[in-house]
Nanobody
């Protein structure tokens, strides 16, 4: 089981920026795709972006382009999500997920962190 830990969440004023981090314990074929999702109470988990730690290719949900950017630090097994022009609607629990291939579906990721809370106030 891959160990996944998110960090960096917090409170930010609308219009501001925040970078959250995801540490994953293994770099293997089965952990090629590292994705960010978010969830609010009563709603389904929403896909945001995914990156391949091996080649750096990325894919984004249209709704977060171009405000969100996903990036990697291979040496430290860390993936980042930089969020800018934040809105109160971006308030959610943000999760990092690890899987073998790019997918927008939560069920296709085998390892998840506990989430980091992002709150955007106006």
């Amino acid at each position: 089981q891959v160990h996944v830990v998110e960090s960096g969440g917090g409170r930010v004023q609308a219009g501001g920026s925040l970078r959250i981090s995801c540490y994953y314990s293994e770099r293997t074929f089965s952990t090629n795709a590292i994705a960010w999702f978010r969830q609010t109470p009563g709603k389904e988990r929403e896909f945001l972006a995914v990156i391949s730690w091996r080649v750096g290719s990325t894919y984004y949900e249209d709704s977060v382009k171009p405000r969100f950017t996903i990036s990697r630090d291979i040496a430290n097994n860390t993936i980042y999500l930089h969020m800018s022009s934040l809105k109160p609607d971006d308030t959610a629990l943000y999760y990092c997920a690890v899987g073998q291939a790019f997918s927008r579906l939560p069920n296709n990721y085998h390892s998840w962190g506990q989430g980091t809370q992002v709150t955007v106030f106006s």
